[in-house]
């Protein structure tokens, strides 16, 4: 099959190879804007007009204002923006130092927590939510900040030092070497050696893990109560026995993109930097 592809491939002209590539692209990209681009025109929709597309159509800026003043839905995009800023932070730190322990340092201790990291990565993050729940129930820690954050930052460990130890073993250990021999200490060269080396790779896995947080659903759907809404889960309830509020829940998904589409944007180089090392 692969050769009967070469030869197709090889029998168009150039040209031919470049309006396919292109229209092959063209098609890509509107597989995935189209769903946003439908999301935002349906957040501008009044209720009665969500399920209409024809010319004509009044748009209004209603859907957003109604979301903007509902007090808890606010406090779900703050509670969301705590949880992920703050799990990123603590993830970072964790995971760097994991990762650079696992890559430079061989013992049996290392060894012992890769596979425990390693083993745990493997288990369906969907299998961790019942002991969890239970756990937070027994310690006071349902429905705050504090379970909500610990339950993420358990995720990113072990999966972030996996790959924080990619990046360290990728990184020529020479000048940690040398700052060895000048005296300092192995905590030394890791703060003023290793870490400024692999500052691309931090800071992808930074954006990562703050997407991670700020998307995720199901922690938040299980550990999460009256206290602290998060984002995901105050859109999934604009699903009702009554009906569906497309139009609020909408501006609400259009709201959360903003932060999400920012950080992205401007986080984009470093998280191709931090993935090519």
Known sequence: MN???RGFAAALAPGARKITFICGMMITCFLFAFPV??????????????YYVYKGTDFTLDNFVQVLVNPRI?????????????ATVVSIIVTVSSGYMLSRIKGPISRTWFGAIYAMRCVPFVTWVLPLYFVEQQYGLY?????LFLAHVAVHICFFSWL?????DGIDPSMEYAALIDGCTRWGAFLRVAVPSALPA??????LSWLFS???FLFALILTGQHTPLT????AQFVSEMGMQWNLMAATAVLALVPAFLLTLFGQKYVIRGLKI
């Open 3 to 5: 050769g009967i592809q």
């Open 37 to 50: 681009l439908w999301i935002i025109l349906t957040s501008i929709k009044p209720q009665a007009d969500i």
């Open 74 to 86: 606010v406090q779900a995009f703050v509670n969301s923006a705590v949880v992920a800023t703050t």
């Open 143 to 147: 429905d705050t900040y504090t379970g």
């Open 164 to 168: 924080m130890k990619g990046f360290f």
């Open 202 to 207: 931090i800071s992808a896995l930074a954006v």
């Open 214 to 216: 700020w998307n995720e």
């Open 232 to 235: 995901t889960v105050v859109m």
